[in-house]
């Protein structure tokens, strides 16, 4: 393992023996055996307060008043905070639009208005619910084609244009235009949205928050209190899954949280139960499409020009930047010599929508991956075939519609590979042969591709510092900005400091993110915790490491090249020293036996104005090819088979690394398939638990789910040579719901009727009105359907 030239530090080879490996999580005994601290299983300090919303029951109004008298008067009741009550600013959020608690507006179904801080959980939410407020009701906004027509939105449009788009969409031996719809979703982190606030001496507050981002908190915190940043202190050990929803929302429920705790000066934790965390919190944006396209003959693209609308919700939130990736996302693996994108983010009275898992790169992709589907039909072509030849290539076809040079493209390896080991011409024969004798079982095959940029789009996030400790018993911990939801961040980080020390992994022992350690991180987001963080980790060893051996070579009289460590042994020509035995020697001698480290992405550039640059450093690509049936007569479909050849570079864990590709894959066919967020006329979420909401369980994985890692490491110099691995996986689940649309258009054709088509017709099942999610209910329609 090579580190970069860095000034003062010698890039000296070290024996791997724990990256490349699959050493278990590094909390996972805590984990099976129940031990594995989360917020809710700190021990309550003494005299503990509980906190809860008061929720809004009108989507869009004006706040005239609330009775409180009855609630107040509840056993257990200490008090009831409201917007006037607020020690610091009354809005916080990105663009400074979200209100910590409404003074006039209320802007959806569930927004909290007040909060009732009492001596158990169950006396708040029960005198919660005694809160009756008086709203006036206003006309509110709940769609995304409302939210057009008003042109309300929470942030300007964004236009991006690629070439002469007219000029090729007259060029084109065919036009086509097309529709395409995602649903929202829910994130349905295991462990809900939760905060214990601690009031301390002299205007401090520590908090103790299940957040992607510690350093938000605290700055949002810091701002609702009216408290320098110093004054407050964020603590994350783990969450019980993240998935986005908690890089920026878990900030409001710590600012409650802090506020109630700073109100009543005594410690107070807000813990929100799954139907309140449903309705308050915000989900994965809906997206619609609308496009023009042409085309020629193979199916190769030549222009688009498309309209992207997003339901944003009542704030921006990160709105912005997700709308953002979705425009760069577009492309997903393919050449667009022309396009031009026009983004709306739309204001909706909802919940404003948020982060999650792929960050409004799914979007992007769904629209254009719903184009290839398209084309490939109206021409009767296989989709592969279409999908093929549009891909990236040499110059001039490398180059991205908003600039970059596509520089490490495996695609055009990758997929073919996928498609001999999987055999997808022998199934697909098979599968049109089934489906000409099967009247109401259908079945369909896709192979879709991705490539997915990796780094923060916004450049100042693409930071990351650490900080080693040596003892001198030769144990090691590490801090790092980065948090833990699961995903193995910790794992990673602590091999990587392990191989870089010479050690072995059971030295090393990770802290929980601290806001006093390492201040000023940026979100675990991006997919980019382990490319950041696990860098500015291994710099902070390289120092320390670099110190022991300049130690050694003055204290043995050897020379510096001469000297390694691995194994917990210091090597030298003709002898070996314990590690143990040089960490003791070199503190007597007063040699620092800690080091911070930082690390900040190279090469990425953008300029929001243009949206061209270089936002990404470099890409991770995969493709799945996947199987499936569809029961004609109920719209039930099943996930058949699913096999999937994904690049992670050269992996530091790959247990861990497949996991990541399982689970992404599992959630984003969730996404296509199963989840449905529905809203009430009045903009009450419908779809508000469990029972009304459906996530893939293990029932919904194939029993033939086949994940090979490419055998390429990392083109760009990343640390141990590999990928990102958290969100790319999440849009393998496009093969499941276009092989969905494939067997929906063999029913098409089946149950075609009436008058013989006219010569050079478009078949009946040229194009299938099928948008995500794909639901029994909409699989059913789009077979009926007559469009």
């Not at 999580?25 to 594995?36: C, T």
């Not at 002469?164 to 979703?185: N, T």
């Not at 802290?511 to 350690?517: E, H, I, K, P």
Request: charged fraction near 20%; glycine fraction near 8%.
């Amino acid at each position: 393992m090579n580190a970069p030239d860095r000034p003062g530090v010698l890039a000296l080879p070290v024996d791997a023996r724990s990256c490349g490996t699959s050493p278990a999580h590094e909390a996972a005994h805590l984990h099976v055996s129940g031990r594995a601290l989360y917020v809710d299983d700190v021990a309550e300090p003494q005299g503990t307060l509980f906190v809860a919303p008061v929720l809004s029951k009108v989507a869009h109004g004006r706040l005239r008043g609330m009775a409180t008298a009855d609630a107040q008067a509840l056993p257990g009741v200490v008090r009831i905070i409201v917007a006037a009550d607020l020690p610091g600013t009354n809005l916080l959020g990105s663009a400074q639009d979200e209100p910590v608690l409404p003074a006039e507006i209320v802007e959806y179904v569930g927004q909290p208005i007040a909060l009732v801080v009492a001596r158990s959980a169950k006396a708040a939410r029960v005198a919660a619910r005694a809160v009756v407020a008086d709203i006036e009701p206003l006309v509110p906004i709940l769609s995304i084609d409302a939210a057009l027509e008003a042109e309300a939105y929470v942030l300007p449009p964004v236009h991006l244009v690629e070439g002469d788009v007219q000029s090729a969409l007259a060029a084109s031996a065919y036009v086509l235009k097309g529709e395409f719809a995602v649903g929202g979703q829910e994130q349905f982190y295991l462990e809900g949205q939760i905060a214990l606030a601690l009031p301390g001496e002299d205007r401090t507050m520590k908090v103790l928050s299940s957040t992607q981002h510690p350093g938000e908190v605290q700055h949002w915190v810091a701002h609702a209190l009216h408290v320098p940043t110093h004054s407050v202190q964020v603590e994350c050990r783990r969450m019980g899954g993240g998935f986005g929803g908690k890089e920026t929302q878990a900030g409001q429920i710590a600012v409650w949280a802090a506020v109630a705790a700073w109100l009543t000066q005594a410690p107070c934790k807000m813990r929100l139960d799954r139907d309140d965390d449903f309705l308050i919190t915000g989900k994965r944006h809906d997206f619609i499409g609308r496009w023009t396209v042409g085309f020629d003959d193979d199916g190769k693209v030549r222009g688009i020009d498309m309209l992207q609308a997003a339901r944003c919700g009542f704030s921006a939130d990160l709105s912005g930047p997700i709308a953002d990736r979705a425009i760069f996302h577009t492309d997903n693996a393919y050449f667009l010599p022309a396009i031009a994108i026009h983004s709306y983010r739309c204001k909706t009275h909802t919940q404003s929508n948020t982060a999650f898992r792929g960050f409004g790169g799914p979007q992007g992709v769904a629209m254009i991956e719903a184009i290839m589907d398209d084309i490939a039909r109206h021409l009767d072509l296989d989709p592969l075939a279409v999908r093929t030849a549009n891909l990236y290539g040499d110059a001039p076809r490398n180059r991205t519609h908003y600039g970059m040079e596509v520089e490490d493209n495996i695609l055009p390896d990758l997929l073919p590979r996928l498609a001999a080991d999987c055999r997808y011409a022998e199934r697909r024969a098979a599968i049109a042969a089934w489906n000409a004798t099967h009247p109401v079982i259908k079945r369909g095959i896709a192979i879709t591709p991705v490539k997915f940029g990796i780094s923060f789009t916004a450049t100042m996030f693409n930071q990351a510092g650490a900080l080693v400790n040596v003892y001198t018993d030769g144990s090691v911990t590490v801090n790092h900005g980065g948090t833990e939801m699961g995903q193995g961040l910790h794992t990673k980080v602590c091999q990587i400091v392990a191989d870089t020390l010479g050690v072995s992994l059971d030295k090393v022992r990770i802290t929980a993110t601290d806001t006093g350690r390492v201040p000023n991180a940026s979100a675990t987001a991006a997919s980019s915790g382990t490319d950041l963080n696990g860098r500015a980790a291994e710099f902070a060893a390289i120092e320390i490491r670099e110190r022991l051996r300049r130690y050694v070579a003055q204290a043995h009289g050897v020379a510096l090249e001469d000297i390694r460590l691995s194994g917990n042994d210091v090597l030298l020509p003709g002898k070996t020293l314990p590690f143990v035995q040089v960490v003791q020697q070199a503190y007597a001698a007063r040699v620092s036996l800690w080091s911070d480290g930082f690390y900040a992405t190279p090469k990425i550039h953008y300029d929001r104005v243009t949206m061209r640059g270089r936002p990404f450093y470099y890409f991770a690509y995969g493709a799945a090819a996947c199987e499936v049936a569809i029961d004609t007569l109920t719209g039930e479909t099943r996930l058949l088979r699913a096999d999937i050849l994904h690049d992670v570079g050269r992996s530091i864990n790959p247990a861990i690394d497949i996991g990541q590709i399982e689970g992404g894959f599992v959630q984003g066919v969730g996404w296509l398939t199963s989840e449905e967020l529905v809203w009430k006329a009045d903009g009450l979420l419908a779809t508000h638990a469990p029972s009304t909401y459906k996530i893939p369980t293990a029932a919904d994985v194939p029993e033939q789910l086949a994940v090979t890692l490419w055998h390429e490491a990392n083109r760009e110099d990343n640390v141990f040579g590999s990928k990102a691995v958290g969100e790319p996986p999440f849009m393998l689940g496009f093969a499941a719901f276009f092989a969905i649309r494939d067997a929906v258009a063999a029913a098409r054709a089946g149950t075609a009727s009436g008058p013989a088509a006219p010569p050079n017709a478009t078949p009946r099942n040229a194009r299938v009105p099928l948008s995500a999610p794909a639901t029994p209910e909409a699989v059913l329609r789009a077979i009926s359907s007559d469009a």
